[in-house]
């Protein structure tokens, strides 16, 4: 078994596969199927609704709320609830959960009167909210060795380095592979574990303090640590979810959809940025970089042959275009002025005023003439980008026309087929024009694997069923 000495598959397990009794005897399962052929380090996302409860915890501790300690109280209920399910009494590992809960749970006290005391910090935010992680990945590797694994657990902290931008943390993936080879690896080749577990979601800063990744952070997490592993095993990542994978369109809007069995990590990041929520963009931009494999299956059908694999390579067949996506809610904004063309810097000056603000731009379209801009962004920022605009000396109302729609869409098509193949854009005007859809801003990013219509949010869902069937039906 040479093989799987030198291979191991990083797993991945969230808030939806840590339920119940149920959930933990799947995991269980699902170990035991791998773990045969390869090793196997897991990472840990918080037990469902932990998370949830930890950020009302914190907000509550901001206003001085006073009843911060029933919050407190029923995080500790739904952990020792799980542990009474998962763990036999009279087993050791039973004691040493609910007193690591027990102390956690006081940590969790003490830092609420200290918000109280002090300024809120996003800081001591990400402190708060990784309790979550930290009390669930304790648990599993407890859980774990009751039930006749060697298992280990080291939590983030202590291996993944970030910047510090709390909240939304990016990692500093060299300074992460050394610490992994220091204090990960040893672990993982220890002959005293078969298995490590690894809590997700948080890392932290070169001076120690703790800082969480942002949605999907502990999907992240694992892409993370596999990268800081690549050179030293042959890594695969297994993300399970409660989906088969990544489909074809949204089946909250069209009326057909199928599973995408194969996806490369470009076109996956299309998606993901336009709309799937299956993975988060920046945790298929680490994996992609380390040129891991992943894939990702449904939690309570592991032995099924419906599930999604990602890698690096593009695969050239006759499916044109892999998916149909949408943002059903969206702002359009259009600055439009004669002076754009004489006045320099005014795109460099825009997205400055933008991201100063922490306001994301979706999609960029601009006319031949120069003389407007017209970009996308989130429904929630409209009223925040038309104050900054409005109130700002170079794009006040002498300047620039300043018009905001508030009501569109953005439906996408993706898939490596636009890179070499003719006549896609043609396609997507006549069958939208077709069926009287009107076109009001087009996009195209510079991968060349996406092609973007902004449309009236009423004929959302029918652009994206009417381009299903001009591109994926068959």
Known sequence: ??????????????????????????????????????RILIVVSAIQGITNKLIEFYEKS??????????????????IQLVDAIIDKNQSGYNETVEFLQTNIEELKQLGRLIRLIRPSADI??????????????????????????????FSDKIIITNDNFGRALPLLEETEILVKE???????????????????????????????????????????????????????????????????????????????????????????????????????????????????????????????????????NDVIKAISSIEKLSMVTLESDTMVP?????????????????????????????????????????????????????GEKWFKIKIDNDISLVAIIGSGILYTPGVAGKVFTSLGDNEINIKAIAQGSSELNFTAIIDRDNCKKAVNVLYDAFITK
């Open 1 to 38: 078994m040479e093989s799987s000495k030198n291979s191991i598959i990083v797993m991945k397990f969230g808030g939806s596969c840590l339920q119940n009794r149920e959930s933990y005897l799947q995991i269980i399962n699902i170990i035991n199927k791998y773990m045969k052929s390869t």
């Open 62 to 79: 901001c206003t001085e709320e006073n009843n911060c300690d029933e919050l407190i109280e029923e995080i500790y209920n739904m952990h």
């Open 125 to 154: 935010y990400d402190l708060v909210v990784s309790y979550g992680e930290k009390i669930s990945t304790f648990l599993l590797s407890k859980y774990l060795t009751s039930n006749g694994f060697n298992s280990n657990y080291i």
């Open 183 to 317: 204090k990960l690896y040893p672990l993982i080749i220890s002959d005293n574990n078969n298995l490590v577990c690894v809590s997700g979601y948080y890392g932290s800063t070169k001076d120690n303090k703790i800082s969480t990744l942002g949605r999907g952070g502990t999907d992240l997490s694992a892409a993370i640590l596999a990268y800081a592993l690549r050179n030293l095993f042959q890594c695969k990542i297994i993300y399970w979810k409660d989906v088969k994978g990544f489909l074809n369109a949204d089946p909250r809007i069209a009326e057909k959809t199928s599973l995408i069995r194969n996806i490369s990590y470009k076109e996956a990041k299309e998606l993901a940025f336009f709309g799937a929520k299956i993975l988060h963009p920046l945790c298929l931009d680490v994996n992609e970089k380390g040129k891991i494999p992943s894939e990702v299956r449904h939690f309570t059908e592991p032995d099924s042959e419906d599930y999604t694999a990602i890698t690096k390579e593009i695969v050239k067949n």
């Open 343 to 395: 006045l320099s810097g005014t795109a460099s000056k825009l997205f400055s005023l933008l991201g100063d603000n922490n306001i994301n731009i979706v999609f960029i379209s601009q006319s031949s003439s120069e003389n407007n801009i017209t970009f996308g962004i989130e429904y929630e920022d409209s009223t925040k980008v038309s104050f900054l605009l409005r109130n700002s000396d170079f794009f």
